[in-house]
């Protein structure tokens, strides 16, 4: 079994900043491509970034470029959105979202249960 962990979330004032972390847990062979995902009151679930399995290459939405900043590391099947100059509409559930290979080499997408980020002006 694979399990994903969001930790992090929490509530700040317009500017400030969290990190928030996700620990990929279980029986994993390679985890490849992961991604955070957001969901904002009154929105559909959107990507917010995600970065290549060897953490060399990270794609962002137009909202967060320059504020956000997804990283990994691989030693401890971990990956980190740290997240800078927070707006209000910045507010939802962050999810992340890993394709893993487990050891019985099937591979599949994996969600983890969310995060609260709360944003306020």
């Known amino acids: 079994q694979v399990q994903l962990v969001e930790s992090g979330g929490g509530s700040v004032q317009a500017g400030g900043s969290l990190r928030l972390s996700c620990v990929a847990s279980g029986t994993i062979l390679r985890i490849n491509t992961m991604l955070w995902y957001r969901q904002t009151p009154g929105n559909q679930r959107e990507l917010v970034a995600h970065i290549t399995r060897d953490g060399e290459s990270a794609v962002y939405i137009d909202s967060v470029k320059n504020r956000f900043i997804i990283s990994r590391d691989n030693a401890k099947n971990t990956m980190y959105l740290q997240m800078n100059g927070l707006k209000p509409e910045d507010t939802g559930v962050y999810y992340c979202?890993?394709?893993?290979?487990?050891?019985?080499?099937?591979?599949?997408?994996?969600w983890g249960q969310g995060t609260q980020v709360t944003v306020s002006s």
């Open positions: 979202n890993a394709n893993i290979k487990d050891r019985a080499s099937v591979t599949g997408d994996y």
